[in-house]
């Protein structure tokens, strides 16, 4: 870490994103939704903002965290797997935090698991007592299985870590889930989370100290309105007045619905602002609930 980098004096913001892989393609999206827009480089790595005085870098999501730190990005969008191995193993050898998760993004889900051969039993974490655990997220582990009062080896591998039981060199693996699929294929199964993750924005520690701070505030001010209203969607309906509050109860993510009456006073027209997401399995209940005419609408923006 050089001091000198990360004091330098800037008057542009520099985010580091994924260059290719789950979260390059909806990072990018976040940030143009929040108006940033780029003139692409011809080796692509750096593109220079237009709209502002964001520029944006494509690295590998591994080294952002220590991009950030060095002072050499300002901001960067990563999975909070990354980000936290990172954290731990710097407070593992006793160096001072450099960067921090300043939002979650709610987009790239995924679960670090621990995961044993499909034929074994769980009965818990005790059971990794003596085993050998295989993974790419040694500090995390640790961190853990510390937690869990549990002594294991942890075999630290750079990846294909799904077969390393198959191959012997290991009795489980703590690694990435998300659809399930690369377990399965390896004859595993998930048996305990060690962490939730998903895509975050991660920043330094320390507040900026020039322009970069004002830049910062406007972007996570434009990012909170697109988070807002992302799973957002209009709902309108007609519901008979008895029957309204057994249809309010499914939506307890709704900000206060406007509602008319129709047909003189037995009928109501409602629409309501909903936050979470709304599924078919949602509106069946809510037409069993006793709504009728269930039209969800996309919101493209809304300014409060
Ligand atoms: C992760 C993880 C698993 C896989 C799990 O790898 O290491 O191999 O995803 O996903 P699934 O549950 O949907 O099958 P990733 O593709 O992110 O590559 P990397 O480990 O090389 O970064
Ligand atoms: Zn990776």
Request: charged residues 25%; neutral net charge; hydrophobic residues 45%.
């Amino acid at each position: 870490m050089s001091p000198a980098a990360s004091a330098a004096v800037r008057d542009r913001l520099r985010i580091a994103i994924q260059k290719s892989g789950r979260l390059s393609e909806p990072a990018r999206a976040l940030l143009s939704s929040a108006g940033l827009s780029w003139r692409e480089s011809r080796d692509r790595l750096f593109c220079y903002g237009e709209s502002l005085p964001v520029d944006l870098l494509l690295v590998r999501d591994d080294d952002i965290p220590s991009l950030i730190a060095e002072g050499v990005c300002d901001l960067g969008i990563v999975g909070r797997n990354v980000l936290n191995e990172e954290i731990d193993g710097r407070s593992a050898s006793g160096q001072p935090a450099a960067f921090r998760e300043w939002r979650a993004l709610g987009f790239g889900g995924c679960k670090l698991s621990v995961a044993v051969p499909e034929g074994g039993d769980w009965r818990g974490a005790q059971q990794l007592t003596g085993k050998r655990i295989a993974t790419t997220y040694p500090n995390q582990l640790r961190t853990w299985l510390r937690a869990q009062q549990v002594e294991a080896d942890i075999v630290v591998l750079n990846g294909s870590v799904e077969i390393a039981p198959r191959l012997g060199q290991a009795d489980a693996i703590c690694d990435l889930v998300s659809s399930g699929a690369t377990l399965a294929a390896n004859q595993l199964k998930a048996v305990q989370d060690v962490m939730l993750s998903e895509a975050v924005l991660a920043g330094p520690v320390q507040p900026f100290g020039d322009v970069r701070a004002e830049l910062a505030d406007l972007l996570l001010r434009r990012m909170d309105g697109v988070l807002r209203i992302r799973d957002s969607k209009l709902l309108l309906f007609q519901t008979a007045r008895d029957s309204l509050p057994q249809v309010l109860q499914l939506l307890p993510d709704a900000e206060p619905p406007t509602m008319c009456a129709v047909d003189g006073a037995d009928t109501l027209a409602l629409q309501a602002l909903c936050h979470g997401a709304m599924t078919w399995q949602r509106l069946e209940d809510l037409k069993r609930a006793g709504a009728r005419g269930l039209m969800v609408l996309p919101v493209e923006r809304m300014l409060a």
